[in-house]
């Protein structure tokens, strides 16, 4: 795909391949892997508004953030505009650059709550709370499904509503909520979305190969594509899509990113996101269940650092 330098907003994004935010994954260590790859955006852990108004501690940790980082996005979830727009405005999320409106979550007790995906049935709440958080000066991007239900999609109708609201960019998981991950990805729909407006429109969802976000870009026309749980496996996906020389192998990246998580948060913290981001680097490799079940009994991080040279140490033999 071709490669270039996205607009959003008053910023200019480094590149047009973008990283999802993930629920226990996306904290500060891998959006800078992902940035260092060739991202040329990321997000924090989806952040409960309600929850930072009420200043849960585990949902203040999921804001960490330095002034390295060099495009600082934070993903909000909430169905209150006033709280929204509070939390838009208010002094923990200062550093942040961009908010993203989560209006795409479609697990069952965020939707019940009339948050996530349960937004796009409600366009007039989810253009109050756009437009709340447009108060805060901040640039505005939404993440959203195609539609609710499988056999009525609106993506086209609902960006149209997002940028008269004011947001600045667009993101589009190609399957409505009553599809959950499952499906082929509506590539139509996020075409006619993008035809639909003039703001940026990325185009996210089944997207597990560089050959995947090629034809994402071919069958959508999207100004970029946002990749999720494959660069989990896969953190070189950026670099082949972006065309970024690294020269890194998996052992190096994790433990780089043990040292770097280390120096962020607590040892527990710590053992728990490499016990998960090492898991998903054994995906394809054979016979590494013995050594998965011994890396999770690990209980410190030096313990935890000699398992995954152990585990990993054959790429630098490979040159991987």
Not at 31 to 52: I, P, W
Not at 166 to 192: F, K, L, N, W
Request: charged letters at 25%; one cysteine or more; aromatic letters at 8%.
């Amino acid at each position: 795909m071709e490669n270039k330098r996205l607009r959003v907003g008053g910023l200019l994004l480094s590149s047009n391949v973008l990283m999802a935010p993930l629920a226990g994954y996306t904290c500060y260590p891998f959006r800078m892997l992902a940035y260092e790859m060739g991202a040329g955006l990321c997000f924090t852990e989806m952040s409960s508004a309600n929850a930072l108004k009420y200043s849960d501690r585990a949902t203040r940790r999921l804001l960490f953030t330095t002034r390295e980082e060099p495009v600082r996005a934070v993903q909000l979830l909430g169905g209150d505009p006033a709280v929204m727009a509070q939390m838009a405005s208010s002094e923990l999320l200062k550093d942040f650059d961009i908010i993203d409106i989560n209006m795409g979550c479609p697990v069952p007790n965020v939707f019940k709550s009339g948050e996530g995906s349960a937004l796009m049935a409600d366009s007039k709440r989810a253009a109050a709370i756009i437009r709340g958080c447009r108060k805060s000066g901040k640039i505005v991007t939404v993440k959203c499904r195609t539609g609710i239900r499988e056999e009525h999609m609106f993506a086209a109708e609902f960006a149209r509503m997002c940028e008269e609201a004011g947001a600045d960019m667009i993101t589009i998981h190609g399957r409505s909520r009553s599809m959950m991950y499952d499906g082929a990805c509506r590539y139509e729909e996020i075409a006619q979305a993008k035809a639909a407006v003039s703001i940026p429109v990325i185009a996210n969802g089944g997207i597990f190969s560089a050959e995947d976000a090629e034809l994402m870009m071919e069958r959508t026309g999207a100004d970029g594509v946002m990749i999720a749980r494959y660069a989990l496996e896969d953190p070189f996906i950026f670099s082949r899509l972006t065309q970024k020389a690294v020269k890194k192998t998996t052992l190096q990246i994790l433990l780089e990113q043990l040292e770097l998580a280390a120096a962020c948060y607590d040892e527990t913290f710590t053992i728990r996101y490499i016990q998960k981001l090492a898991s998903y680097g054994m995906k394809k490799r054979k016979g590494t269940k013995q050594y998965k079940e011994r890396m999770y009994r690990c209980g410190s991080l030096e313990e935890l650092r000699e398992m995954v040279v152990q585990i990993f140490s054959e790429d630098m033999e490979k040159g991987k």
